[in-house]
């Protein structure tokens, strides 16, 4: 569990333990495994079950100490002799992940007094729409093992074989690498279409990744004459693009329509698509992110630096 890096003077003394784990606007999560250690002896023989119920029944009991003190800052701050405050308890989480303000995964157990089994994920990087559904169902996968105490050594098994089979499977679908987006800048970027001669439409300086691989989607249907059966790519579509390894036409990065993909387009994409980049791009930093907030170190090359003897 992340812990909050700067400690007010109000929440605990300098020197002494900051139990708070995260707090936002109205809201704030507390660490309470080292108390139910003191209060509870056998606290490791516990079921999960006697433990979320042990946990409930303290944070209850603290609820309504706090709700109480809300009457001498009432009296104190505002002057009223009566009020409406008062603290209540909303979940009971066993494990959780703070990567930073509003952005953070709770497995909870028990809301309100009723037990569930609740991921609940707020704000991380692999819910957004820009995030390939493929790498996010992955990180979500890898997530909830975690919260729910896979050894490091699984999750690793894990993603070094989800890297090659992003990497080197030809099961896979490539438009599931590609990254989504939406074009909406694309006519600001183009110059002009090609020249008599020249099939590369010339592009400002300084265009995005999804307008670049836009223009050089639309260059490639009107080279193969594909342009009057097939959707060219407008300011406004929603797109999918990839990186390109070295090819005849030098395209660094290609766009597509997920909904009308030629198949000489496909065919391209799938010779040339660079698997290694895309997973090193969309999810290796955010894999590295994530062992480092664990404590762990990321090792995507296991065989680099062993020396074997015989």
């Not at 002896?41 to 029944?57: G, I, R, T, V």
């Not at 603290?62 to 008062?86: G, M, P, W």
């Not at 093992?145 to 999750?155: A, F, S």
């Not at 040339?272 to 997973?279: A, G, P, Q, T, V």
């Given at each position: 569990?992340?812990h909050?890096e700067?400690?007010?003077?109000?929440i605990?003394?300098e020197?002494?333990?900051?139990?708070?784990?995260?707090?936002?606007?109205d809201?704030?999560?507390?660490?309470?495994?080292p108390?139910?250690?003191?209060?509870?002896?056998?606290?490791?023989?516990m079921?999960s079950?006697?433990k979320?119920e042990a946990?409930e029944?303290l944070a209850?009991k603290y609820?309504?100490?706090?709700?109480?003190?809300?009457?001498n800052?009432?009296?104190e701050?505002?002057?009223v002799?009566s009020h409406?405050l008062?603290m209540k308890?909303?979940?009971?989480i066993?494990?959780?992940?703070?990567?930073a303000?509003?952005?953070?995964?709770?497995w909870i157990t028990k809301q309100?007094g009723?037990s569930?089994?609740?991921?609940d994920?707020?704000?991380?990087?692999?819910?957004?729409t820009?995030f390939?559904?493929?790498?996010g169902?992955?990180?979500?996968?890898?997530?909830e093992?975690?919260l729910?105490g896979t050894?490091?050594?699984?999750?690793?098994?894990l993603v070094?074989?989800?890297?090659e089979?992003?990497?080197?499977?030809?099961?896979?679908?490539?438009?599931?690498?590609g990254?989504p987006?939406?074009v909406k800048?694309l006519?600001s970027?183009?110059?002009?279409?090609p020249?008599a001669g020249?099939f590369?439409?010339?592009?400002?300086?300084?265009?995005?990744?999804?307008?670049?691989?836009?223009?050089?989607?639309?260059?490639?249907?009107?080279?193969?004459k594909?342009d009057?059966?097939h959707?060219?790519?407008?300011?406004?579509?929603?797109i999918k693009w990839?990186y390109?390894?070295?090819?005849?036409?030098?395209?660094e990065?290609?766009?597509?329509?997920e909904f009308?993909i030629?198949?000489?387009?496909?065919?391209?994409l799938e010779?040339?698509?660079?698997?290694r980049?895309?997973?090193?791009?969309?999810?290796?930093?955010?894999l590295g992110?994530?062992?480092?907030?664990?404590?762990?170190?990321?090792n995507?090359?296991?065989y680099?630096?062993?020396?074997?003897?015989?």
């Amino acid at each position: 569990m992340k812990h909050i890096e700067e400690v007010p003077w109000w929440i605990c003394d300098e020197g002494d333990t900051n139990y708070c784990a995260y707090s936002d606007t109205d809201s704030i999560y507390i660490h309470a495994e080292p108390l139910l250690r003191h209060l509870y002896p056998n606290f490791d023989e516990m079921l999960s079950e006697e433990k979320d119920e042990a946990l409930e029944k303290l944070a209850l009991k603290y609820q309504d100490i706090i709700t109480d003190s809300y009457s001498n800052l009432a009296k104190e701050c505002f002057n009223v002799d009566s009020h409406r405050l008062e603290m209540k308890t909303e979940a009971v989480i066993r494990s959780a992940y703070f990567r930073a303000t509003r952005r953070y995964a709770q497995w909870i157990t028990k809301q309100e007094g009723i037990s569930k089994e609740i991921l609940d994920v707020k704000g991380l990087e692999f819910m957004k729409t820009n995030f390939p559904p493929v790498f996010g169902k992955f990180f979500k996968m890898i997530l909830e093992k975690v919260l729910k105490g896979t050894p490091q050594h699984e999750i690793d098994k894990l993603v070094l074989d989800f890297q090659e089979e992003i990497i080197n499977s030809k099961d896979l679908d490539i438009t599931l690498l590609g990254n989504p987006t939406s074009v909406k800048t694309l006519n600001s970027y183009l110059i002009s279409k090609p020249r008599a001669g020249e099939f590369m439409s010339p592009i400002l300086k300084g265009a995005p990744a999804n307008v670049v691989s836009s223009i050089r989607y639309n260059d490639l249907l009107r080279l193969w004459k594909l342009d009057k059966k097939h959707s060219s790519i407008i300011q406004g579509d929603k797109i999918k693009w990839v990186y390109l390894q070295d090819n005849p036409y030098k395209i660094e990065k290609l766009a597509f329509l997920e909904f009308d993909i030629p198949d000489k387009i496909r065919e391209f994409l799938e010779k040339y698509i660079d698997r290694r980049k895309s997973f090193e791009t969309i999810i290796e930093n955010k894999l590295g992110g994530f062992y480092s907030d664990l404590g762990w170190v990321l090792n995507l090359n296991p065989y680099k630096n062993k020396f074997f003897t015989f």
